[in-house]
């Protein structure tokens, strides 16, 4: 992923309860990986996930996606780069690249897209209803 | 169990994303389990908790505890037998049996006590607030 | 979906520990029930995929998409629809229609697609290496 | 818990996808996280839960319990001690408490028991068939 990408990449290391009869990583996991580091990257600038839930805003998995390229085992530290592909206060998509945290070897690309929902469950726009917001997620696009 | 007790087995199909790197079902599904089991037991006797929590009660997991006897594979079927073992309006007991449903074999025993919280996050009485469902979960109880 | 496929629907009840602070199903669970949905497909044509692991094939999961069109709830159950849009002896390409069981309103579409790996993992072609799988296989895309 | 206690506390952060409905964190993930706090105290005395399983030794849970004292949110970090309550080479005793890694309160205590197998699936003696393990969980118990 580009050198600009202003996201630092979060490490996930596998647990035994993640492994399945296969003798690796059950591919559900994943899913919940990208979670775990698209919220820690939000973090990252500022943007907590859960005071956003707390003033009355959702953001809800809109679609996921997710290519098995190499298989992680138990114990593997996997590190995971997010990055903002696009951002326009109304919807948001990331990619992920997830790598050995060792050896650098690709494990595994995905891809979620998400909206805002308000109280009443409507889609709102960050930028017109939550403008400080709007700013932290257009400064992960970074340049 | 007793022959007495009149709640019906449910049956569990264990799924391959539940089973471990040790070719066997993770032991923590089986909490989840005696949950899914604990909810076909209520609805039997009519008790939705569904529309429990819908009326703004709910029944948090005050302990669990499970014994592990034997090992569970993918695609084996388990009977989970139910029994309520006290029930006072306030708190709840159950006790869980599983068995393998083709040969019969013991797998897992387990127990579980839960209490009732209303809108305000108080205990609550199910005897003296909610009657009618009091008296379905004291039909579970048996003679 | 095409009234010619063979699949007969599966039906999966969505469970407590299933759902997440929102209120509803966490976006993850999908991709768990893909992996039922798709066992009992092959189960319904005679592939018990027990019994090919047992046999020294496993089929990983090369990719996984979903696309999450309507909110599934607590007790909701989900009519699963499994298609087989591609299999040519190595590589298996199915996708998935959850509908809510009554009122059958769309809840989500998904897709996978899968490998067939041998003893010592590396790749193998059931038409070549397992014939009479191969021919189940083959019956699960219809006409 | 005793301040001879030589192991030191393991700290997990709560995870979104660990929530359910009301709003907390669902209990069955309490039993996942004495797994990861488990194996963090063997890594600590120089045992890979890894190794051990690579050389033919698995170590299944025999019995797991806990009791909720107090609720865990989204995002919360939670610090886990593990105790070594008996351990004789042939089965190990362990106790955790959870507790709020900012404000101290108790949140959660459990226990499990363990056993180890070898290949052959027959119960083995770490003292006997593995002294130099034996050695470093003998470690973990303290003075």
Chains 1, 2, 3, 4 share one sequence.
């Not at 559900?28 to 009355?56: H, K, L, P, T, V």
């Not at 990055?83 to 995905?110: A, C, F, H, P």
Request: hydrophobic share 35%; proline share 3%; net charge negative.
């Amino acid at each position: 992923m580009s050198e600009e990408n202003p996201i630092k990449p979060y490490v996930h290391h596998a647990k035994y309860y993640e492994t399945d009869q296969m003798g690796i990583v059950h591919h559900s996991n994943y899913i919940c990986w990208m979670e775990e580091a698209r919220m820690d990257a939000m973090s990252q600038f500022g943007i907590s996930y859960r005071s956003m839930e707390e003033s009355g805003i959702i953001s809800p998995v809109v679609s996921v996606s997710c290519q098995y390229k190499g298989m992680v085992h138990f114990d593997d530290a996997v590190q995971i780069q997010v990055k903002v592909v696009k951002y326009n206060g109304v919807r948001l998509d990331l990619e992920y690249e997830m790598t050995d945290s060792i050896t650098g070897e690709l494990r595994t690309t995905g891809a979620s897209t998400h909206c805002f929902l308000g109280d009443d469950g409507h889609v709102i726009s960050l930028k017109r209803d939550c403008p400080e917001v709007h700013e932290r997620f257009r400064l992960m696009l970074g340049k």
